[in-house]
């Protein structure tokens, strides 16, 4: 069964610290892993994405981290913000597969 | 419109009842996805539509499971003899580049409660 498993399930952070995200993955084919935001009554948004051919990918305040090794991969928010305050999913795929495999989410909350 | 659209947003329904749910995705995108989003969990894909290819039809949980993609725009996904399990939210998506590697952009989904 493919799997991403997603942590922490819900998390506060204070304004302007640093919110962290982990997921991980079983499938060593998987090859294209974004991240997902969604606000209460909207749909997942892709946020950023990332490929293992790198260990790093940064837009603006938001940065994957990857460990392929690891099989493992985070989302850091920097100077995180009240707006940021959502629901984030990582996902996985890989070539030719038209299916994004979910991990289970994580509420951010962040606190003024 | 200027994203995908979807209806009903609400759907209340009995017990052994079909729903149908809809789908418009955005204009000239050729890939079409419905997931479901059960409370607390992830999403679930279950179909993927692309042009006049054959749907991928692996993710339906059951043969009460259907959905159609009519002249390649919109989609309306079956759900037949409804059971409280089902309560979910139906999310569709739609992408230009027909790859799940690369922007797919999903609608406000259709929340379905079964009573």
């Known amino acids: 069964q493919q799997q991403v498993k997603q942590s922490p399930q819900s998390l506060i952070v204070q304004k302007g610290g640093i919110s962290i995200i982990n997921c991980a993955y079983e499938?060593?084919?998987?090859?294209?892993f974004p991240w997902y935001q969604q606000f209460p009554g909207k749909g997942p948004a892709l946020l950023i994405a990332?490929?293992?051919?790198?260990s790093e990918k940064k837009e603006g305040r938001f940065t994957i981290s990857f460990n392929k090794s690891a099989k493992q991969f985070s989302l850091h928010i920097m100077d995180s913000q009240p707006g940021d305050s959502a629901t984030y999913f990582c996902?996985?795929?890989?070539?030719?597969?038209?299916?994004?495999?979910f991990g289970t989410g994580t509420r951010l909350t962040i606190i003024p | 419109g200027a994203g995908v659209s979807q209806s009903p947003s609400n759907k209340v329904t009995e017990k052994g009842k079909d729903v149908e749910l809809r789908c418009d995705p955005i204009s000239g995108h050729t890939a079409l996805y419905w997931y479901r989003q059960s409370l607390g969990q992830g999403l679930e894909f279950l179909i993927y539509f692309q042009g006049n290819s054959a749907p991928d039809k692996s993710g339906l949980p059951s043969d009460r499971f259907s959905a159609e993609r009519t002249g390649g725009s919109v989609s309306t996904l079956t759900i037949q003899r409804t059971q409280q399990e089902d309560s979910a939210v139906y999310l569709c998506?739609?992408?230009?580049?027909?790859?799940?590697?690369?922007?797919?952009?999903f609608g406000e989904g259709s929340w379905l409660t079964v009573v």
């Open positions: 990332i490929r293992p051919d790198v």
């Open positions: 499938n060593t084919a998987f090859d294209y």
């Open positions: 998506a739609s992408s230009l580049a027909g790859t799940a590697q690369g922007t797919i952009y």
């Open positions: 996902a996985a795929s890989m070539f030719g597969n038209e299916k994004l495999t």
